[in-house]
């Protein structure tokens, strides 16, 4: 009995009493965090907040455990959110993401320089403390996790860590309540009325260029009256794909580029939404057809890829016409239809929709895979390959004697596996279910151990003026920055109030934020403009962190 007795003792240190106190503080964090104060929960972060609790009462872990099972959590955590980011990570600059992005940019920017401001002319002149109430006050901590692996290497002492992580816990819970504060300041400044704007980008969704559109037209101009579907490519000068012909009649076959058109032919077209008035202009007028309802040995069918060997190869290098009769309309890359176009690369987990002939469609099923239980499989090698290269990556000196360390090298091999791992025939496809879980263990072993080495000091460096100045600036830091950014996105470029609400949440990697902009609104707009911005402010937060370190610690 007193074997058992001993694993739940405080400053009892063997391999069962850690196992058991990091369960403990795991378990516990995570329910307390689903508690909803005004709708809105902390989620895992209270597992840093319950360490803290723990390591105040005197239970402790063994130094090179404690910071083994800091550092491999931190390393999951960074290298699965940098696999999810990576494939977006690029396209998220194009249109109008570059603009969102700039406006996120620049928030990172007013982040860092309140914290010079007060570092140089306020009353706080501890960097470690101060870095640790921005990520706090910026709800961020992959970017805590980066700077403590940093200044760890730098001092070689756990002190300043636990300052960080102090300064962290401190600033955290303003900081969700100060971004939303913000949505809620812009709301008043500019008068904005939300059901109105919901109207409005419902509209603007509905106009979407973005989706593939399915036009049905009936030929009848005459100059493209025996033009083969490869001419007309090159006369409207766009992408898109002719699914079915129908004849005069009513036979209906599946083209090919060689195939002419004629006039009273239907065609049934995917394009851009945007597209669809050129095609009426050059082709004819549009019709009303459901030609599923018309009897034809035609069918429409989504194939699962799940083989590897077709991770990045051009859609139109599978001969889908030539070998198969068929014709592919749609890819859906992550719940987003994509056209498809020949030069499309394919992804593991993609679903091409293809028109033809049962048989023929089981054939190419058969050759792609199309089989869930393969997808259900994790791909471990890439993954830790993926650690390998983002380890050695970390331990390049940069100049300056800086490094991107445990956080920077394997978040950046994360992302470029994400984008082009499959130019290296890796399969980076992860199921969402996988991805989550490794993304939730690796963060809650993280904070866990944060947390508990915190906890022994944190009360004596909160719980006094400086502790009130951390919990005041780490507002400031949160608020300031977000109305700036606020106003710029709403009075000069005139951008949606959801839109806005998604640019906060997003800027500040918050979910908390995000789930009460979603929620509050019934739209999806704030979850778009999250994950355009996400991508790229992760990686600053991470890389601004470790740079305040490098530069004045």
């Known amino acids: 009995m007193d074997a058992i007795a001993n694993l739940f003792m405080p400053g009892e240190v063997s391999i069962a009493s850690t196992l058991v106190l990091y369960s403990f503080v795991i378990a516990a964090g995570i329910y307390i965090g689903k508690v909803k104060i005004f709708g809105i929960s902390l989620g895992v972060t209270f597992v840093l907040f319950v360490g803290i609790l723990m390591g105040h009462f005197g239970y402790i872990v063994d130094s090179n455990i404690l910071k083994f099972v800091r550092e491999f959590g931190l390393i999951l955590f960074i290298f699965s959110i940098g696999l999810q980011v990576g494939p977006g990570f690029f396209s998220s600059f194009k249109k109008g993401g570059m603009r969102l992005n700039m406006l ?50 730098l001092t070689s002492s756990p002190e300043q860590a636990n300052i960080m992580a102090s300064g962290y816990a401190a600033a955290y819970p303003l900081g969700v309540i100060g971004i939303i504060l913000s949505m809620f300041v812009i709301k008043w400044v500019f008068r904005i009325n939300t059901t109105s704007e919901i109207e409005k980008i419902e509209k603007e969704q509905e106009e979407s260029h973005l989706k593939p559109f399915m036009l049905s037209v009936k030929v009848e101009n005459q100059l493209v009256d025996g033009k083969t579907l490869l001419q007309l490519h090159d006369i409207v000068r766009t992408n898109f794909v002719v699914s079915r012909i129908m004849d005069e009649s009513g036979k209906i076959t599946i083209p090919k580029s060689s195939t002419q058109i004629h006039t009273g032919n239907l065609l049934l077209i995917i394009c851009s939404a945007n597209d669809a008035e050129r095609f009426k202009a050059v082709i004819g007028s549009q019709i009303e057809m459901d030609w599923e309802a018309v009897p034809a040995p035609i069918f429409s069918r989504r194939i699962l890829i799940t083989k590897s060997e077709f991770n990045g190869v051009a859609l139109g290098s599978l001969r889908l016409h030539n070998g198969y009769k068929l014709n592919a309309t749609r890819v859906n890359r992550a719940g987003v239809d994509l056209l498809a176009a020949p030069n499309l690369r394919l992804q593991m987990g993609d679903r091409i929709t293809v028109v033809g002939n049962l048989e023929d469609i089981d054939r190419l099923a058969d050759r792609l895979g199309n089989s869930m239980k393969r997808l259900n499989q994790p791909n471990l090698i890439t993954i830790f390959i993926g650690i390998i290269l983002g380890i050695v990556l970390g331990q390049i000196n940069l100049g300056f004697d800086m490094k991107l360390g445990l956080a920077g090298g394997p978040l950046v091999v994360a992302i470029l596996l994400g984008r082009f791992g499959y130019r290296a025939k890796l399969v980076t496809y992860t199921s969402t279910s996988a991805s989550l879980l490794l993304r939730e263990l690796g963060i809650c072993l993280f904070l866990a151990s944060v947390g508990i080495a915190a906890g022994k000091d944190f009360a004596a460096s909160v719980f006094n003026t400086t502790g009130m100045w951390w919990v005041i600036w780490g507002f400031v830091i949160t608020v300031v920055p977000l109305i700036i950014v606020g106003c710029i996105a709403r009075g000069h470029d005139k951008i949606n109030l959801l839109t806005i609400m998604g640019l906060m949440s997003g800027g500040c990697t918050d979910p908390p934020a995000l789930a009460y902009a979603n929620n509050s609104t019934g739209n999806d707009a704030p979850a778009v403009a999250y994950s355009t911005v996400y991508p790229l402010t992760m990686f600053l937060r991470v890389v601004a962190a470790q740079a305040l370190i490098l530069c004045f610690a």
């Open 104 to 153: 996120a940019v620049l928030g990172i920017s007013l982040n860092v320089a309140i914290v010079l401001g007060i570092y140089f002319f306020g009353n706080i002149h501890d960097i470690s403390a101060l870095v640790g109430v921005m990520s706090g006050a910026v709800t961020n901590t992959p970017g805590l996790a980066a700077a403590q692996q940093a200044v760890t290497t």
